[in-house]
């Protein structure tokens, strides 16, 4: 079966990213297509694959500024020539969906999330912007809105990554979705033999607004409990100025060394409204309780009082109180642990190859 994987850019390794390689596992002779792609930031596994770039590739400074010719990604998709495929499969959380399948070829799209910054987080994106941006912001995001609701007839199959996403699939497309959840490497990320020594309290994530790491930093100001922050992003150097005696802020760690902070931390602090959110899942695996805001995809994920515990509002009482509530409830570690092992790659590969067979079968092939 010669099959089309569609990813919206492929400019580093992230949780869109590592889905991808999951697809890639699936279909190795997959060819791989996205508006612009940087293989020095790619895994081994997806530099091995051909990789066709649309026409924004051929822009000048594309792999660094590609954001900035959003514009231009809806007709640069409908420029694709995907003729022969028996299967596409789009990756969306940029322009990805938009494609124009050929006649009888089946279109299956993973989404990601919805492109926030054009529906649910515009309002956000858009504040960030100066008047002459937020202007003609304004005018694309509305063009783009268009086109984005208008091209998603032109997929077969929609699944979500979490319940979450799927609600918001419905509300924007007017379109049911299959729940599949997006893969953890679990081979990385396990319980410790050892787990007394857990010492402080860990964030990780981008530091930029909708994370709210401000939050967390402040709940830990002049309360007597450390903090660790894990990650690196545009409001890194507002956060460094003023940062409480108790809290370490430790910017982009790598990746051999983010399970072990997993499991030395008492909890990890989870405070952003996520589509799914791999970090709680990978802190799970390594045993650790997550505190987290109770909205979004961690819906998924974590258990009420068996793997963590849930706040009402994103402020740093909300925060504070369910620390306090946390240290007065015994978790199981090893339970902990045990319920994230159903979130592997195995477990998506399965689950999909199930929607790609139902798919198939009710074209005919």
């Given at each position: 079966m010669k099959v089309a994987l569609v990813h919206y850019w492929l400019t580093g390794m992230r949780g869109g990213e590592r889905v991808l390689e999951q697809?890639?596992?699936?279909?190795?002779?997959?060819?791989?297509?996205?508006?612009?792609?940087?293989?020095?930031?790619?895994?081994?596994?997806?530099?091995?694959?051909?990789?066709?770039?649309?026409?924004?590739?051929?822009?000048?400074?594309?792999?660094?500024?590609?954001?900035?010719?959003?514009?231009?990604?809806?007709?640069?998709?409908?420029?694709?020539?995907?003729?022969?495929?028996?299967?596409?499969?789009?990756?969306?959380?940029?322009?990805?969906?938009?494609?124009?399948?050929?006649?009888?070829?089946?279109?299956?799209?993973?989404?990601?999330?919805?492109?926030?910054?054009?529906?649910?987080?515009?309002?956000?994106?858009?504040?960030?912007l100066s008047r002459v941006e937020r202007l003609y912001f304004s005018h694309l995001a509305h063009r783009l809105r268009i086109w984005d609701v208008s091209t998603a007839a032109r997929v077969d199959k929609f699944v979500a990554n979490s319940n979450f996403v799927a609600q918001r699939i419905r509300r924007y497309y007017h379109r049911d979705a299959q729940v599949v959840h997006p893969p953890v490497d679990l081979d990385a990320y396990r319980l410790p033999e050892k787990t007394s020594d857990r010492s402080h309290y860990l964030f990780v994530s981008e530091l930029v607004p909708y994370k709210k790491a401000d939050l967390v930093i402040e709940a830990f100001r002049g309360f007597d409990r450390h903090l660790v922050v894990v990650g690196d992003g545009s409001q890194r150097s507002e956060l460094e100025r003023n940062l409480p005696p108790n809290v370490k802020l430790l910017g982009r760690v790598p990746s051999a060394d983010l399970p072990g902070l997993y499991q030395t931390a008492k909890a990890l602090i989870f405070p952003a409204e996520e589509d799914f959110g791999i970090v709680p899942v990978e802190a799970m695996a390594c045993g650790t309780p997550v505190l987290a805001y109770g909205?979004?995809?961690?819906?998924?994920?974590?258990?009420?009082?068996?793997?963590?515990?849930?706040?009402?509002?994103?402020?740093?009482?909300?925060?504070?109180?369910?620390?306090?509530?946390?240290?007065?409830?015994?978790?199981?570690?090893?339970?902990?642990?045990?319920?994230?092992?159903?979130?592997?790659?195995?477990?998506?590969?399965?689950?999909?190859?199930?929607?790609?067979?139902?798919?198939?079968?009710?074209?005919?092939?």
């Open positions: 697809l890639v596992n699936l279909y190795p002779q997959a060819d791989l297509f996205t508006h612009v792609a940087d293989p020095d930031k790619l895994s081994p596994l997806l530099r091995s694959r051909p990789i066709q770039e649309t026409f924004i590739g051929k822009f000048p400074g594309a792999r660094r500024h590609y954001q900035k010719y959003l514009g231009f990604m809806p007709r640069a998709l409908e420029e694709l020539d995907l003729s022969g495929y028996d299967l596409i499969i789009s990756s969306e959380s940029g322009p990805a969906k938009g494609i124009i399948a050929p006649p009888g070829t089946p279109h299956i799209c993973y989404t990601h999330s919805p492109m926030r910054y054009i529906w649910d987080q515009y309002g956000a994106y858009s504040s960030r909205r979004g995809g961690v819906r998924d994920s974590v258990v009420e009082g068996r793997t963590g515990l849930f706040f009402d509002t994103q402020s740093t009482e909300s925060i504070i109180d369910s620390i306090r509530l946390f240290e007065n409830i015994q978790f199981r570690f090893a339970d902990i642990s045990e319920h994230a092992r159903g979130f592997g790659a195995d477990r998506f590969r399965r689950e999909f190859s199930d929607v790609v067979e139902t798919v198939l079968s009710g074209c005919g092939r």
